[in-house]
Each structure stands twice: as structure tokens, then as C-alpha cells.
């Protein structure tokens, strides 16, 4: 399954609030669809996992074989599954740089990756999947339109407030990873169990 790009408040009023995918607030507070107004029937459980894994899906903007590999990989590490699911998740470059406030959205950020704008150790990293560790720093290519469209994107950040895990220097456009994401600083409410649930016999 290919990567969402469809319309981005029908996702939103499905499953709520996805600070990655879309800033658009909906104007309608009911699901898409004919039927949307309706008093649904009482979900399933496997209703409540399948939405729980389109939240994580849709806000870091996976495809389902990409997200996959994530749950193997953390299955294969030692500690919790579902928060070593997040912790990953949350450290890929794409992800980092929108929570520096460089990128409106998770998905905007990725476009600045793909185009090389995003320096990683003063390298350029165009890959969006690219695992940031403690030490890293994440600076913008030293090109005027670059520096330009993230100061433009740093006035008015996708999130109002700046992770601990991190540490952004707005004068030299410069973000540097301190540690590794605690649960708590995780913007998207989710219920990560249910997530490695849905995954169990995969």
C-alpha cells in the first residue's frame, strides 16, 4: 500500500487530532461519509486496534510495509515494544527536524529532506528514514532559499513547544539531539499497545 495523499481533514475527522499529517482544524467534529452523523454500532475490538495503527500510519506519514518493519525491529529489542515503537518513530530525521519547528508538518519536512536542504554532522541526509541519534546535530544547507524558507517555517512552528530531547539555536538555524524522546514528549495521543496487538500474528 502506497503512502497516503489524499484529502487530509477526512483522515482528521476520522481519528482526530494528527499534528504530523495536517495544522488544518476541521469545521465539522463528525466522521466523513454519508453516514457520518449517525450513531455508529459499537466497534469492535478490532475496530480499536485498526484505528490506533491508522493514527501511527497517517501522523508519521508510513506506508502499512514501512510501519511493519518498525514493529519487527522493535519487537527485537529489549523494553517495551509499543514505546521502543515510538521512540523510533519519533527519531527519524523527517520527524526531528519537524519538531524543530523547521517544517510545518511531518510530510514538509520530508520534502525539505528529499531536496537536500537538512545538514545531519554537516553532511547532507535526503533520506527521510535516516535515524538521528544522541550527538546529532541537524543544520540547513548554506543556500539562501533554504535558510529562507525555514525561517519563514520557525515563526510559526507545526507545535508550540519544543521536546526536551532536543535543543534548537534559531539564530544559527541549527537543532542538535540530546537524547533520545521520552514517552511523555510524544505529541500524537495514541495507545501504543494496541498497535503491537494489531501486529501480533504478523
Not at 33 to 39: D, I, P, S
Request: hydrophobic share 30%; with cysteine; net charge positive.
Amino acid at each position: 500500500m502506497s503512502r497516503y495523499r489524499g484529502p487530509t481533514l477526512k483522515i482528521v475527522r476520522r481519528l482526530g487530532e494528527l499534528p504530523g499529517l495536517t495544522r488544518k482544524i476541521p469545521k465539522r467534529n463528525y466522521p466523513p461519509g454519508q453516514h457520518g452523523q449517525q450513531q455508529s454500532k459499537k466497534r469492535t475490538e478490532y475496530a480499536i486496534r485498526l484505528e490506533e495503527k491508522q493514527k501511527l500510519r497517517y501522523n508519521y506519514g508510513l506506508t502499512e510495509k514501512q510501519l511493519l518493519r518498525y514493529v519487527r525491529k522493535a519487537r527485537q529489542l529489549k523494553g517495551s515494544t509499543g514505546q521502543l515503537l515510538l521512540q523510533m518513530l519519533e527519531m527519524r530525521l523527517d520527524n526531528t527536524v519537524f519538531r524543530l519547528g523547521m517544517a510545518p508538518t511531518i510530510c514538509a519536512a520530508r520534502q525539505l529532506v528529499n531536496h537536500g536542504h537538512i545538514l545531519v554532522n554537516n553532511g547532507v541526509v535526503s533520506i527521510p528514514s535516516y535515524e538521528c541519534k544522541s550527538g546529532d546535530s541537524i543544520s540547513i544547507k548554506n543556500k539562501e532559499s533554504s535558510k529562507k524558507l525555514i525561517k519563514t517555517n520557525l515563526e510559526a512552528p507545526g507545535l508550540a513547544y519544543l521536546p526536551n530531547h532536543l535543543d534548537l539555536d534559531k539564530n544559527n538555524l541549527e537543532g542538535k539531539v540530546k537524547s533520545i524522546i521520552e514517552r511523555k514528549w510524544i505529541a500524537l495521543s495514541l495507545n501504543e499497545l494496541l498497535v503491537v496487538e494489531y501486529y501480533s500474528r504478523k
